[in-house]
Nanobody, 118 residues
Framework: QVQLVESGGGLVQPGGSLRLSCAPSRSIFHLFHIYTMGWYYQAPGKQRELVASISSGGTTNYADSVKGRFTISRDNAKNTVYLQMNSLKPEDTAVYYC?????????WGQGTQVTVSS
């Protein structure tokens, strides 16, 4: 079974930064470069929403609420996708999920908690 493993969440003060990382299990290592990778967040009582995505060709897409503050990137040699989060706000508090899409495959990680609070 393919797994996506996230890391890098935690507690940070408003205005601070965090970097999330996500890597797939070995079974898709050789195909990682063709997946569209994304980060989603889900706050308590709310639906899961797209934060940012990056295609196999490097095209990025961001939610309006994070434009200019968050940056998604991928390192295909390391089979890893990153989400650099700067100028964090309390409203960014949520569970962040990594996602991988290709053809009919739609894979999710288990989520990592990000809490922005003073």
């Amino acid at each position: 079974q393919v797994q996506l493993v996230e890391s890098g969440g935690g507690l940070v003060q408003p205005g601070g930064s965090l970097r999330l990382s996500c890597a797939p299990s070995r079974s898709i290592f050789h195909l990682f470069h063709i997946y569209t990778m994304g980060w989603y967040y889900q706050a308590p009582g709310k639906q899961r929403e797209l934060v940012a995505s990056i295609s196999s060709g490097g095209t990025t897409n961001y939610a309006d609420s994070v434009k200019g503050r968050f940056t998604i990137s991928r390192d295909n040699a390391k089979n890893t996708v990153y989400l650099q989060m700067n100028s964090l706000k309390p409203e960014d508090t949520a569970v962040y999920y990594c996602n991988a899409k290709w053809s009919v495959e739609n894979l999710w990680g288990q989520g990592t908690q990000v809490t922005v609070s003073s």
